[in-house]
């Protein structure tokens, strides 16, 4: 019959409303998190558990790999700074490119993996479990135990890991530097700070808060409205893993921006 | 005349296109253990999630101890809740703590100035009452399915309230744990002077722990009494074939 939608555009009906249905219910999920973070009861010993458990065991993958960065960033640099006599300029180059953006985005991209799946996983499971109901039976706010918590605990251990990542990522790039240019530790670290400035910590520093939080709200969103049971606890573990991602580069993005208007001033 | 600590009417609920409770009416008295028995998916645990507030109906009227659940603020609700112990069918203890700390859970976030040994005290006793003294710091996934639905009734009990919900107290367990879950209800019942509502579908475990019997059909309750009136002269043949398959099965 004229003008009655086909079975395509019905199916791609279905699916705006959806998106836009996501969409509102992640807006009401962050806005309820502004809501609740400012009032008691105040779960000190849950986030404090959380920033040990996103913090400190982390700490290996991120030792590891933000060292491998250091080497391998400078390993590929230096070829093109030799073809202009320029590989002193070595410790300057790396000490720009990991604070202003590869110490932050490689942080955050681990976390999102590792932390994002794990709060994803771990609420998935006790939504499916009926913990969650369980809590809000025994009069307990679960979102604040579980979520304000650990949206808490990410956004405030990512810039410490960030800042670690940095330091370990300069450490990897001096051994490479050592090695090959038989800089001395001093003058190495000398050259890194004087290349850096104030406002490329503080940015770094600033988006960082932005990415824990991401990664922390996204899991816990992800996992807080995952249904249909193991399946379920699966998917909400995967898609908080590419969307946390997604929202890094994205905000990786506007950060420059803004950055890069500052500098300009 | 027998007080009333929950009352339901004419109470519907659906999801999407299912209807699955279409006009709810019932009562629970003070002190009695009210069994609703049904078939898997029949609304059973929708019926008493709809009266802790966990899901909200569409039409009708849920009142537990004088209040409507539906108008409750947040507040009021946790109130309620407080005086309400709900078991779950998969035991819900939450698996990142122990059975120590999955007790003191509900404690700490509602009895304040409570002193560490007042608190030990706490969780000693009803660890005793449920005859797991030995667990206590164990994690869930160290128990057996018994247990674990022993914790999760001792963790309801720590905060002593007047109502228990059991949700499946026996789904998924052998026969002789089911029945020491059986007793378990009854001594919750006799020593916490608890009003309490059994959703199962196990007739043994209806017969042991029910005062009265209400069996849930195809939306509304299809029969109501003592366990003999509703299936040893049941004339529905729904409510017969539901107790010859109990029968034959144990």
């Given at each position: 019959?004229?003008?009655?939608?086909?079975?395509?555009?019905?199916?791609?009906?279905?699916?705006?409303?959806?998106?836009?249905?996501?969409?509102?219910?992640?807006?009401?999920?962050?806005?309820?998190?502004?809501?609740?973070?400012?009032?008691?009861?105040?779960?000190?010993?849950?986030?404090?558990?959380?920033?040990?458990?996103?913090?400190?065991?982390?700490?290996?993958?991120?030792?590891?790999?933000?060292?491998?960065?250091?080497?391998?960033?400078?390993?590929?640099?230096?070829?093109?700074?030799?073809?202009?006599?320029?590989?002193?300029?070595?410790?300057?180059?790396?000490?720009i490119a990991v604070v202003r953006a590869m110490g932050p985005l490689v942080?955050?991209?681990?976390?999102?993996?590792?932390?994002?799946?794990?709060?994803?996983?771990?609420?998935?499971?006790?939504?499916?479990?009926?913990?969650?109901?369980?809590?809000?039976?025994?009069?307990?706010?679960?979102?604040?135990?579980?979520?304000?918590?650990?949206?808490?605990?990410?956004?405030?251990?990512?810039?410490?890991?960030?800042?670690?990542?940095?330091?370990?990522?300069?450490?990897?790039?001096?051994?490479?530097?050592?090695?090959?240019?038989?800089?001395?530790?001093?003058?190495?670290?000398?050259?890194?700070?004087?290349?850096?400035?104030?406002?490329d910590?503080?940015?770094s520093?600033?988006k960082?808060?932005?990415?824990?939080?991401?990664?922390?709200?996204?899991?816990?969103?992800?996992?807080?409205?995952?249904?249909?049971?193991?399946?379920?606890?699966?998917?909400?573990?995967?898609?908080?893993?590419?969307?946390?991602?997604?929202?890094?580069?994205?905000?990786e993005?506007?950060s420059l921006?803004?950055t890069?208007?500052?500098?300009?001033? | 005349?027998?007080?009333?600590?929950?009352?339901?009417?004419?109470?519907?609920?659906?999801?999407?296109?299912?209807?699955?409770?279409?006009?709810?009416?019932?009562?629970?008295?003070?002190?009695?253990?009210?069994?609703?028995?049904?078939?898997?998916?029949?609304?059973?645990?929708?019926?008493?999630?709809?009266?802790?507030?966990?899901?909200?109906?569409?039409?009708?009227?849920?009142?537990?101890?004088?209040?409507?659940?539906?108008?409750?603020?947040?507040?009021?609700?946790?109130?309620?809740?407080?005086?309400?112990?709900?078991?779950?069918?998969?035991?819900?203890?939450?698996?990142?703590?122990?059975?120590?700390?999955?007790?003191?859970?509900?404690?700490?976030?509602?009895?304040?100035?409570?002193?560490?040994?007042?608190?030990?005290?706490?969780?000693?006793?009803?660890?005793?009452?449920?005859?797991?003294?030995?667990?206590?710091?164990?994690?869930?996934?160290?128990?057996?399915?018994?247990?674990?639905?022993?914790?999760?009734?001792?963790?309801?009990?720590?905060?002593?309230?007047?109502?228990?919900?059991?949700?499946?107290?026996?789904?998924?367990?052998?026969?002789?744990?089911?029945?020491?879950?059986?007793?378990?209800?009854?001594?919750?019942?006799?020593?916490?002077?608890?009003?309490?509502?059994?959703?199962?579908?196990?007739?043994?475990?209806?017969?042991?722990?029910?005062?009265?019997?209400?069996?849930?059909?195809?939306?509304?309750?299809?029969?109501?009494?003592?366990?003999?009136?509703?299936?040893?002269?049941?004339?529905?043949?729904?409510?017969?074939?539901?107790?010859?398959?109990?029968?034959?099965?144990?």
């Amino acid at each position: 019959m004229a003008g009655e939608p086909n079975k395509k555009d019905k199916v791609l009906g279905k699916r705006i409303d959806k998106f836009f249905m996501g969409l509102e219910n992640a807006y009401k999920f962050v806005k309820r998190f502004f809501q609740e973070v400012w009032f008691p009861p105040y779960e000190f010993k849950e986030v404090i558990r959380q920033c040990y458990q996103i913090g400190w065991n982390s700490l290996p993958l991120i030792s590891l790999t933000g060292f491998i960065v250091g080497v391998v960033f400078t390993n590929q640099s230096r070829p093109s700074l030799a073809e202009f006599g320029a590989t002193s300029w070595l410790p300057a180059l790396i000490s720009i490119a990991v604070v202003r953006a590869m110490g932050p985005l490689v942080t955050a991209l681990i976390a999102a993996g590792k932390v994002g799946s794990s709060i994803g996983a771990e609420i998935g499971s006790m939504k499916v479990t009926e913990q969650i109901d369980a809590m809000e039976v025994s009069a307990t706010n679960p979102f604040k135990f579980l979520v304000v918590s650990r949206v808490l605990a990410s956004t405030f251990m990512i810039p410490i890991l960030v800042l670690y990542t940095d330091f370990v990522a300069l450490l990897g790039a001096f051994v490479n530097v050592h090695f090959n240019e038989l800089v001395s530790l001093s003058t190495f670290f000398v050259q890194v700070f004087d290349a850096i400035s104030f406002l490329d910590i503080t940015s770094s520093m600033i988006k960082s808060l932005f990415f824990g939080f991401t990664i922390g709200m996204v899991g816990c969103y992800k996992g807080y409205n995952s249904t249909k049971g193991t399946e379920g606890v699966g998917k909400a573990a995967n898609s908080a893993v590419v969307m946390a991602m997604f929202l890094i580069f994205i905000e990786e993005l506007l950060s420059l921006q803004v950055t890069n208007f500052f500098r300009q001033l | 005349m027998r007080e009333t600590v929950i009352q339901v009417r004419n109470l519907v609920k659906s999801f999407g296109d299912l209807d699955v409770l279409k006009g709810v009416d019932l009562d629970l008295y003070k002190g009695e253990n009210l069994v609703v028995l049904g078939k898997s998916g029949s609304g059973k645990s929708v019926l008493i999630k709809i009266m802790v507030g966990l899901l909200t109906q569409d039409e009708g009227s849920v009142k537990v101890l004088g209040k409507e659940v539906k108008d409750l603020s947040q507040k009021d609700l946790n109130a309620l809740r407080l005086k309400i112990g709900f078991s779950f069918q998969a035991s819900a203890l939450y698996d990142s703590m122990t059975v120590r700390e999955n007790l003191e859970f509900p404690l700490v976030r509602n009895v304040k100035n409570l002193s560490k040994s007042e608190k030990n005290q706490l969780v000693e006793e009803v660890l005793d009452s449920v005859g797991l003294s030995g667990t206590i710091n164990q994690m869930p996934s160290e128990l057996s399915g018994g247990q674990r639905k022993r914790i999760g009734i001792a963790r309801t009990l720590i905060l002593k309230p007047e109502i228990m919900l059991y949700d499946e107290p026996t789904a998924g367990l052998d026969p002789i744990t089911c029945m020491d879950i059986n007793n378990l209800i009854n001594q919750v019942n006799e020593k916490y002077q608890t009003t309490s509502i059994i959703i199962t579908h196990d007739l043994t475990c209806a017969k042991v722990t029910g005062d009265r019997m209400a069996v849930l059909l195809d939306g509304v309750f299809g029969a109501k009494g003592k366990f003999e009136e509703v299936f040893q002269h049941a004339q529905d043949g729904r409510v017969k074939s539901f107790y010859d398959y109990n029968f034959i099965t144990q």
